[in-house]
């Protein structure tokens, strides 16, 4: 019935923050881990859905460069839900075409967790159906300084916007049409800032753990509503 309802006009490229996991959990009188667990939920939910609507790409916000400030007993909460989400669910990425990239600095990651993601990109590299780019430990502005690193180690003396492009993690993927961020608030909190500058903005009040293929459907809707002119008129 949803699917009757969704528009035409689809972004090619959707970024969702996903905002709202602890306040979630505060209200129900839990933990905050059980908001990112739920939170987990929401974003398998979405997946599904966007590739049942045609979405080809979805990149989300997991987790920031700026996210190690969370207490120790959080953060390695959030890892523990990674770890098992995607042993998990890798068979069902496979079998659904879902190829995963993940978007920032690796490098933290160690032991189990890290050989953990390099095999969910192995086992999806050749999928096609959605390509779903988890952000971890990611920052806008840290992508942006590690793209012009690598230009400087190239000997570059003159960078161009399409130097910077091709050596931003999202090298070779379309920038960003639409970026959802769930909860109300409304900020970019250094999200994919270089491949944001045109996208359309859409600040739903809900929160992340209650975001489902209805509340994408309203978002697809208001999404179709906007007349993108890219500086024109």
């Given at each position: 019935m949803i699917k009757k309802k969704i528009p035409a006009k689809l972004p090619n490229h959707i970024g969702i923050i996903l905002d709202g996991n602890g306040r979630w959990a505060t209200r129900q009188g839990l933990p905050r881990n059980f908001g990112h667990r739920e939170g987990v939920n929401a974003?398998?939910?979405?997946?599904e859905a966007a590739r049942k609507f045609g979405i080809k790409r979805l990149s989300v916000f997991a987790f920031s460069t700026e996210?190690?400030?969370?207490?120790?007993?959080e953060v390695e909460g959030i890892f523990d839900l990674l770890k098992e989400f995607f042993v998990k669910e890798l068979d069902r990425m496979v079998k659904n075409e879902v190829k995963i990239n993940f978007f920032g600095d690796l490098s933290r990651f160690k032991g189990e967790l890290r050989e953990i993601l390099d095999k969910t990109?192995?086992?999806?590299?050749?999928?096609?159906?959605?390509?779903?780019?988890?952000?971890?430990?990611?920052?806008?502005?840290?992508?942006?300084?590690?793209?012009?690193?690598?230009?400087?180690?190239?000997?570059?003396?003159?960078?161009?916007?399409?130097?910077?492009?091709n050596n931003l993690y999202s090298k070779g993927q379309?920038?960003?049409?639409?970026?959802?961020?769930?909860?109300?608030?409304?900020?970019?909190?250094?999200?994919?800032?270089?491949?944001?500058?045109?996208?359309?903005?859409?600040?739903?009040k809900i929160l992340w753990p209650d975001f489902d293929e209805k509340a994408l459907c309203e978002a697809l809707i208001e999404y179709s509503k906007r007349k993108r002119r890219f500086g024109g008129y």
């Open positions: 974003i398998v939910r979405t997946v996210n190690w400030k969370r207490s120790d007993e990109v192995r086992a999806t590299e050749n999928n096609d159906a959605i390509v779903v780019n988890i952000c971890l430990n990611y920052g806008g502005k840290q992508d942006i300084v590690q793209a012009v690193n690598k230009l400087i180690a190239e000997g570059k003396k003159e960078i161009t916007e399409e130097d910077i492009s379309p920038d960003l049409d639409f970026v959802i961020r769930t909860s109300g608030e409304q900020r970019i909190s250094n999200f994919m800032i270089y491949q944001l500058a045109y996208a359309e903005l859409y600040f739903p």
